[in-house]
T-cell receptor, first 117, second 114 residues
Framework: GENVEQHPSTLSVQEGDSAVIKCTYS??????FPWYKQELGKGPQLIID?????GEKKDQRIAVTLNKTAKHFSLHITETQPEDSAVYFC????????????????FGQGTILTVHP | DTGVSQDPRHKITKRGQNVTFRCDPI?????LYWYRQTLGQGPEFLTY????????KSRLLSDRFSAERPKGSFSTLEIQRTEQGDSAMYLC????????????FGSGTRLTVV
Protein backbone atom coordinates (compact mmCIF):
# COMPACT_ATOMS: atom_id res chain seq x y z
CA GLY A 1 0.00 0.00 0.00
CA GLU A 2 0.87 3.67 -0.02
CA ASN A 3 3.45 5.04 2.40
CA VAL A 4 3.90 8.78 2.97
CA GLU A 5 6.94 10.21 4.75
CA GLN A 6 6.91 13.83 5.96
CA HIS A 7 9.78 16.05 7.11
CA PRO A 8 10.60 17.86 9.28
CA SER A 9 8.56 16.78 12.30
CA THR A 10 8.96 20.23 13.87
CA LEU A 11 9.72 23.58 12.27
CA SER A 12 10.29 26.87 14.03
CA VAL A 13 10.50 30.15 12.09
CA GLN A 14 10.38 33.87 12.73
CA GLU A 15 7.36 35.84 11.58
CA GLY A 16 7.85 36.89 7.97
CA ASP A 17 10.17 34.01 7.11
CA SER A 18 9.27 31.19 4.74
CA ALA A 19 8.50 27.63 5.79
CA VAL A 20 8.92 24.51 3.67
CA ILE A 21 7.58 21.04 4.46
CA LYS A 22 8.46 18.06 2.29
CA CYS A 23 6.76 14.72 1.67
CA THR A 24 7.57 11.60 -0.31
CA TYR A 25 5.16 8.88 -1.37
CA SER A 26 5.62 5.36 -2.61
CA UNK A 27 2.62 4.42 -4.78
CA UNK A 28 2.91 5.65 -8.36
CA UNK A 29 -0.88 5.26 -8.70
CA UNK A 30 -1.44 8.20 -6.34
CA UNK A 31 -2.60 11.24 -8.26
CA UNK A 32 -4.04 13.55 -5.62
CA PHE A 33 -1.96 15.33 -2.97
CA PRO A 34 -3.78 17.51 -0.43
CA TRP A 35 -2.32 19.44 2.48
CA TYR A 36 -4.20 19.88 5.74
CA LYS A 37 -3.77 22.26 8.68
CA GLN A 38 -4.88 21.02 12.09
CA GLU A 39 -5.30 23.29 15.08
CA LEU A 40 -5.62 22.04 18.64
CA GLY A 41 -8.92 20.31 19.27
CA LYS A 42 -10.08 20.57 15.67
CA GLY A 43 -10.23 18.31 12.68
CA PRO A 44 -7.82 18.75 9.74
CA GLN A 45 -8.72 21.58 7.38
CA LEU A 46 -7.85 21.39 3.67
CA ILE A 47 -5.61 24.32 2.73
CA ILE A 48 -4.43 23.41 -0.76
CA ASP A 49 -4.24 20.39 -3.02
CA UNK A 50 -2.55 19.42 -6.26
CA UNK A 51 -3.30 16.84 -8.91
CA UNK A 52 -0.66 14.85 -10.71
CA UNK A 53 -1.12 16.64 -14.02
CA UNK A 54 0.09 19.87 -12.42
CA GLY A 55 3.61 20.67 -11.22
CA GLU A 56 2.85 23.68 -9.07
CA LYS A 57 -0.14 25.46 -7.57
CA LYS A 58 -0.28 28.69 -5.62
CA ASP A 59 -2.92 30.29 -3.43
CA GLN A 60 -1.86 33.61 -1.91
CA ARG A 61 0.95 32.83 0.57
CA ILE A 62 0.73 29.07 0.11
CA ALA A 63 2.20 27.06 -2.76
CA VAL A 64 2.62 23.36 -3.42
CA THR A 65 5.02 21.71 -5.85
CA LEU A 66 4.92 18.14 -7.13
CA ASN A 67 7.65 16.05 -8.72
CA LYS A 68 5.97 12.85 -9.93
CA THR A 69 9.17 11.32 -11.20
CA ALA A 70 10.84 11.60 -7.82
CA LYS A 71 7.57 10.98 -5.96
CA HIS A 72 7.84 13.99 -3.73
CA PHE A 73 5.80 17.10 -3.07
CA SER A 74 6.32 20.15 -0.90
CA LEU A 75 4.35 22.88 0.84
CA HIS A 76 5.75 26.40 0.84
CA ILE A 77 4.38 29.12 3.11
CA THR A 78 5.74 32.61 2.55
CA GLU A 79 5.55 35.64 4.86
CA THR A 80 4.58 33.43 7.79
CA GLN A 81 2.31 34.82 10.50
CA PRO A 82 1.75 33.62 14.10
CA GLU A 83 -1.69 32.33 13.08
CA ASP A 84 0.03 29.90 10.70
CA SER A 85 1.23 27.99 13.79
CA ALA A 86 -0.42 24.56 13.69
CA VAL A 87 0.23 20.95 12.68
CA TYR A 88 0.44 20.43 8.93
CA PHE A 89 -0.21 17.09 7.24
CA CYS A 90 0.47 16.01 3.70
CA UNK A 91 -1.50 13.17 2.18
CA UNK A 92 -1.61 11.07 -0.98
CA UNK A 93 -4.56 9.38 -2.58
CA UNK A 94 -6.38 8.57 -5.74
CA UNK A 95 -8.85 10.80 -7.50
CA UNK A 96 -10.71 8.87 -10.19
CA UNK A 97 -10.08 9.46 -13.87
CA UNK A 98 -13.15 11.61 -14.26
CA UNK A 99 -12.07 13.74 -11.33
CA UNK A 100 -15.39 13.19 -9.65
CA UNK A 101 -14.62 11.22 -6.54
CA UNK A 102 -11.97 10.62 -3.91
CA UNK A 103 -10.90 7.41 -2.27
CA UNK A 104 -8.90 6.93 0.88
CA UNK A 105 -5.98 9.17 1.78
CA UNK A 106 -2.68 8.11 3.33
CA PHE A 107 -1.32 10.82 5.62
CA GLY A 108 2.18 11.78 6.63
CA GLN A 109 3.19 11.98 10.28
CA GLY A 110 2.70 15.73 10.52
CA THR A 111 4.87 18.82 11.00
CA ILE A 112 4.43 21.09 14.01
CA LEU A 113 5.00 24.61 12.69
CA THR A 114 5.67 27.38 15.20
CA VAL A 115 5.86 30.97 13.99
CA HIS A 116 7.47 33.29 16.54
CA PRO A 117 6.33 36.95 16.54
CA ASP B 1 -24.59 24.25 6.10
CA THR B 2 -22.82 23.73 9.41
CA GLY B 3 -20.08 21.39 8.22
CA VAL B 4 -19.42 17.83 9.33
CA SER B 5 -20.83 17.21 12.79
CA GLN B 6 -19.60 14.50 15.17
CA ASP B 7 -21.13 13.40 18.43
CA PRO B 8 -20.04 13.09 21.16
CA ARG B 9 -16.93 15.28 21.21
CA HIS B 10 -15.45 13.29 24.07
CA LYS B 11 -16.12 9.82 25.42
CA ILE B 12 -14.53 8.11 28.40
CA THR B 13 -15.34 4.44 28.78
CA LYS B 14 -14.16 1.47 30.76
CA ARG B 15 -12.29 -1.31 29.05
CA GLY B 16 -14.67 -3.93 27.74
CA GLN B 17 -17.60 -1.57 27.20
CA ASN B 18 -19.17 -0.86 23.82
CA VAL B 19 -19.23 2.66 22.39
CA THR B 20 -20.97 4.22 19.40
CA PHE B 21 -20.10 7.46 17.63
CA ARG B 22 -22.22 9.39 15.19
CA CYS B 23 -21.25 11.48 12.18
CA ASP B 24 -23.53 13.81 10.24
CA PRO B 25 -21.90 14.79 6.94
CA ILE B 26 -22.50 17.98 5.01
CA UNK B 27 -25.92 17.59 3.44
CA UNK B 28 -25.84 16.10 -0.06
CA UNK B 29 -22.29 14.82 0.41
CA UNK B 30 -22.56 11.26 -0.79
CA UNK B 31 -19.16 10.00 0.38
CA LEU B 32 -18.41 9.60 4.06
CA TYR B 33 -15.06 8.52 5.55
CA TRP B 34 -13.87 7.41 8.98
CA TYR B 35 -10.28 7.91 10.15
CA ARG B 36 -8.51 7.32 13.45
CA GLN B 37 -5.81 9.63 14.76
CA THR B 38 -3.53 8.87 17.70
CA LEU B 39 -1.45 11.50 19.46
CA GLY B 40 1.36 12.85 17.32
CA GLN B 41 0.34 10.90 14.22
CA GLY B 42 -1.52 11.58 11.02
CA PRO B 43 -5.03 10.26 10.51
CA GLU B 44 -5.27 6.58 9.50
CA PHE B 45 -7.99 5.40 7.13
CA LEU B 46 -10.63 3.07 8.56
CA THR B 47 -13.48 2.87 6.05
CA TYR B 48 -15.62 4.84 3.63
CA UNK B 49 -19.12 4.84 2.19
CA UNK B 50 -20.69 6.01 -1.00
CA UNK B 51 -24.30 6.63 -0.08
CA UNK B 52 -25.20 3.56 2.02
CA UNK B 53 -22.66 1.22 0.45
CA UNK B 54 -19.44 0.54 2.36
CA UNK B 55 -16.82 0.60 -0.41
CA UNK B 56 -13.59 -0.09 1.44
CA LYS B 57 -12.42 -1.20 4.88
CA SER B 58 -8.92 -1.02 6.30
CA ARG B 59 -7.22 -3.93 8.00
CA LEU B 60 -7.23 -1.63 11.05
CA LEU B 61 -10.98 -2.20 11.26
CA SER B 62 -10.98 -5.38 13.32
CA ASP B 63 -14.03 -7.53 14.02
CA ARG B 64 -14.76 -5.34 17.04
CA PHE B 65 -15.37 -2.33 14.80
CA SER B 66 -18.45 -1.85 12.68
CA ALA B 67 -19.60 1.14 10.67
CA GLU B 68 -22.97 1.75 9.10
CA ARG B 69 -24.65 4.38 6.99
CA PRO B 70 -28.16 2.94 6.71
CA LYS B 71 -29.92 5.68 4.79
CA GLY B 72 -26.97 7.25 3.07
CA SER B 73 -27.00 10.25 5.39
CA PHE B 74 -25.51 10.01 8.90
CA SER B 75 -23.11 7.23 9.87
CA THR B 76 -22.31 5.39 13.09
CA LEU B 77 -19.07 3.75 14.16
CA GLU B 78 -19.36 1.15 16.92
CA ILE B 79 -16.50 -0.35 18.87
CA GLN B 80 -17.32 -3.46 20.88
CA ARG B 81 -15.34 -4.68 23.89
CA THR B 82 -13.13 -1.60 23.92
CA GLU B 83 -9.42 -1.94 24.66
CA GLN B 84 -6.94 0.68 25.87
CA GLY B 85 -5.36 0.66 22.41
CA ASP B 86 -8.62 2.00 20.98
CA SER B 87 -8.00 5.34 22.69
CA ALA B 88 -7.71 7.87 19.87
CA MET B 89 -9.47 10.66 18.03
CA TYR B 90 -12.04 9.28 15.58
CA LEU B 91 -12.49 11.62 12.64
CA CYS B 92 -15.28 11.67 10.11
CA UNK B 93 -15.08 13.41 6.74
CA UNK B 94 -17.38 13.81 3.76
CA UNK B 95 -17.04 14.75 0.11
CA UNK B 96 -19.39 15.43 -2.76
CA UNK B 97 -19.34 13.38 -5.93
CA UNK B 98 -18.36 15.60 -8.86
CA UNK B 99 -17.10 18.37 -6.61
CA UNK B 100 -13.77 19.93 -7.45
CA UNK B 101 -12.51 19.86 -3.89
CA UNK B 102 -11.62 17.15 -1.46
CA UNK B 103 -12.74 16.11 1.94
CA UNK B 104 -14.18 18.20 4.75
CA PHE B 105 -13.36 16.79 8.19
CA GLY B 106 -15.37 17.09 11.37
CA SER B 107 -13.81 17.99 14.71
CA GLY B 108 -13.67 14.37 15.81
CA THR B 109 -14.68 12.28 18.80
CA ARG B 110 -11.93 11.75 21.34
CA LEU B 111 -12.20 8.31 22.94
CA THR B 112 -10.39 7.47 26.16
CA VAL B 113 -10.53 3.87 27.37
CA VAL B 114 -9.65 3.48 31.06
Amino acid sequence: GENVEQHPSTLSVQEGDSAVIKCTYSDSASNYFPWYKQELGKGPQLIIDIRSNVGEKKDQRIAVTLNKTAKHFSLHITETQPEDSAVYFCAAGVRNAGGTSYGKLTFGQGTILTVHP
Amino acid sequence: DTGVSQDPRHKITKRGQNVTFRCDPISEHNRLYWYRQTLGQGPEFLTYFQNEAQLEKSRLLSDRFSAERPKGSFSTLEIQRTEQGDSAMYLCASSLFRANYGYTFGSGTRLTVV
